[in-house]
């Protein structure tokens, strides 16, 4: 939760408020990112609590972050609904485990959420050599089979998990993320920006928002833009958004001799600032490889403020409609190359919104294998035609309003939360560390007397 700057956080302080009218609820957070002037209660008070009044359903809300790390003890004590930000949670796990030298817990759980991989392959994260380990296996088979109901943001990502985890419950729900931004703000925005920052007011500006790392495709973007330029002599790039610690992008810019050609301006400190600067773009760059199979929060809010976007073509977002920049056809979200059980969420989003059915193109979407020649065709296109940037932005605003706007989202957690808090617990096996509670010492100690440690209760 807030004031802690996540997509997520901001996310559950959207998602809270209107469900209060309808729910009482009780939030809970990690307590050492506690706020001091905030009505949120410690995790450490959650036992206690539910003990003395039984709470009808727990929500997680969890990602790929060590923001989330406090929350794996009560997922298996306490099963609930678990919305799942990522498909894949193993470098957060893998972090939190190994950096408390618990190995040993660590290739456990490796073993029990993959069977069907080799265990010894756990001993790569355990020296160290993790990376391209933790994108291969996601790590969240205990999670799901261990939850009342799973929900995820994608309707293809829910049917690929139903397939591979047939006993589980797990649905769709819409993320919404993102505010529109007025007409008179866009352009009040746009010129304010650009002269803080030197850019012509006649460029074309190509925006990335968000943290500065390797998997936003920030070399290939460069050379994209490099490539650009001589069809597009005003093409400009700002990247806005904090420096990753293992890859610096103004050197790569440097190396490229690109200085005069982009922008950085660091970290933005509030929504607000991170608003203007996108609405002082054209056109809102969203690649994502690797992929932990996640929703990009500055995709959401570039559609939202009625940006054309370029987005990595990504098979948990195949129910997306997009143009192919091969081929400017449109892959409409009808028809999706991973149907599984897709249809049934899709025709639930029809029946409450009949003009779904039309696959308007909401973003253009790169094929990883042809990143280059790809990224290079879309660029140039959109920075020489005015009419598509026009026609893609307002699609692409069209989209947001009907798939990630607040009342969709508050559509679907209704729905899911009826559905979680109807559904019984299951009883899958989980490793002993998991659903260990904790009290071996307790129990040692009060054997002698002949008193169960579980009729007492610490507060």
């Given at each position: 939760m807030?004031?802690?700057?996540?997509?997520?956080?901001?996310?559950?302080?959207?998602?809270?408020e209107?469900?209060?009218?309808?729910?009482?609820?009780?939030?809970?957070?990690?307590?050492?990112?506690?706020?001091?002037?905030?009505?949120?209660?410690?995790?450490?008070?959650?036992?206690?609590?539910h003990?003395?009044?039984?709470?009808?359903?727990?929500?997680?809300?969890?990602?790929?972050?060590?923001?989330?790390d406090?929350?794996?003890?009560?997922?298996?004590?306490?099963?609930?609904?678990?919305?799942?930000?990522d498909?894949?949670?193993?470098?957060?796990?893998?972090?939190?485990?190994?950096?408390?030298?618990?190995?040993?817990?660590?290739?456990?759980?490796?073993?029990?959420?993959?069977?069907?991989?080799?265990p010894?392959?756990?001993?790569?994260?355990?020296?160290?050599?993790d990376?391209?380990?933790?994108?291969?296996?996601?790590?969240?088979?205990?999670?799901?089979?261990?939850?009342?109901?799973?929900?995820?943001?994608?309707?293809?990502?829910?049917?690929?998990?139903?397939?591979?985890?047939?006993?589980?419950?797990?649905?769709?729900?819409?993320?919404?993320?993102?505010?529109?931004?007025?007409?008179?703000?866009?352009?009040?925005a746009?010129?304010?920006?650009?002269?803080?920052h030197?850019?012509?007011?006649?460029?074309?500006?190509?925006?990335?928002?968000?943290?500065?790392?390797?998997?936003?495709?920030?070399?290939?973007?460069?050379?994209?833009?490099?490539?650009?330029?001589?069809?597009?002599?005003?093409?400009?790039?700002?990247?806005?958004?904090?420096?990753a610690?293992?890859?610096d992008?103004?050197?790569?810019?440097?190396?490229?001799?690109l200085?005069?050609?982009?922008?950085?301006?660091?970290?933005?400190?509030d929504?607000?600032?991170?608003?203007?600067?996108?609405?002082?773009?054209?056109?809102?760059?969203n690649?994502?490889?690797p992929?932990?199979?996640?929703?990009?929060?500055?995709?959401?809010?570039?559609l939202?403020?009625?940006?054309?976007?370029i987005?990595?073509?990504l098979?948990?977002?195949?129910?997306?409609?997009?143009l192919?920049?091969r081929?400017?056809?449109?892959?409409?979200?009808?028809?999706?190359?991973?149907?599984?059980?897709?249809?049934?969420?899709?025709?639930?989003?029809?029946?409450?919104?009949?003009?779904?059915?039309?696959?308007?193109?909401?973003?253009?979407?790169?094929?990883?294998?042809?990143?280059?020649?790809?990224?290079?065709?879309?660029?140039?296109?959109?920075?020489?035609?005015?009419?598509?940037?026009?026609?893609?932005g307002?699609?692409?605003?069209?989209?947001?309003?009907?798939?990630?706007?607040?009342?969709?989202?508050l559509?679907?957690?209704?729905?899911?939360?009826?559905?979680?808090?109807?559904?019984?617990?299951?009883?899958?096996?989980?490793?002993?560390?998991?659903?260990?509670?904790?009290?071996?010492?307790?129990?040692?100690?009060?054997?002698p007397?002949?008193?169960?440690?579980?009729?007492?209760?610490?507060?």
């Amino acid at each position: 939760m807030p004031p802690v700057r996540t997509g997520i956080a901001a996310v559950s302080a959207e998602l809270v408020e209107p469900l209060r009218n309808e729910h009482d609820i009780d939030v809970y957070t990690d307590d050492s990112r506690r706020a001091p002037d905030r009505a949120e209660r410690g995790a450490h008070e959650f036992v206690w609590q539910h003990r003395q009044r039984p709470y009808d359903l727990i929500v997680y809300q969890i990602g790929n972050s060590s923001h989330h790390d406090y929350i794996w003890p009560y997922l298996f004590r306490y099963p609930g609904l678990t919305v799942l930000h990522d498909a894949h949670l193993h470098h957060a796990r893998a972090a939190a485990l190994l950096r408390t030298r618990r190995a040993h817990d660590y290739r456990v759980e490796f073993a029990a959420n993959h069977p069907d991989a080799d265990p010894s392959l756990a001993e790569l994260a355990v020296e160290g050599f993790d990376n391209h380990l933790y994108y291969s296996w996601p790590m969240t088979r205990l999670i799901i089979d261990a939850s009342r109901l799973t929900a995820v943001h994608m309707p293809v990502l829910a049917a690929a998990l139903r397939t591979q985890h047939p006993s589980a419950r797990i649905e769709a729900i819409r993320l919404a993320h993102g505010e529109p931004i007025a007409p008179e703000r866009a352009r009040a925005a746009r010129s304010r920006i650009r002269n803080a920052h030197g850019i012509n007011a006649d460029a074309i500006v190509f925006g990335v928002f968000g943290g500065l790392t390797p998997e936003k495709r920030i070399p290939q973007i460069l050379d994209a833009l490099a490539a650009v330029i001589p069809y597009a002599p005003s093409a400009h790039l700002l990247l806005a958004g904090a420096a990753a610690q293992h890859f610096d992008a103004s050197d790569a810019v440097r190396a490229r001799g690109l200085g005069a050609r982009v922008t950085t301006t660091g970290y933005l400190p509030d929504d607000r600032e991170l608003l203007d600067h996108m609405a002082a773009c054209d056109v809102s760059i969203n690649l994502r490889w690797p992929t932990a199979r996640e929703m990009s929060g500055p995709w959401l809010r570039a559609l939202a403020a009625g940006l054309p976007t370029i987005t990595t073509d990504l098979a948990h977002l195949a129910d997306v409609p997009s143009l192919d920049p091969r081929t400017w056809a449109v892959r409409p979200g009808s028809e999706i190359r991973d149907p599984g059980s897709v249809a049934e969420d899709m025709e639930i989003r029809r029946r409450s919104d009949p003009a779904s059915r039309i696959p308007h193109p909401a973003t253009i979407a790169v094929d990883i294998l042809d990143e280059d020649h790809s990224l290079r065709l879309a660029m140039r296109r959109l920075a020489t035609d005015a009419q598509l940037r026009s026609s893609l932005g307002a699609s692409a605003r069209s989209y947001w309003d009907r798939e990630h706007s607040l009342p969709r989202m508050l559509e679907d957690y209704r729905r899911v939360i009826s559905e979680a808090a109807a559904a019984s617990a299951p009883k899958p096996s989980l490793p002993a560390h998991l659903i260990n509670g904790g009290n071996a010492t307790l129990r040692r100690l009060l054997a002698p007397f002949g008193i169960e440690s579980d009729n007492v209760f610490l507060g």
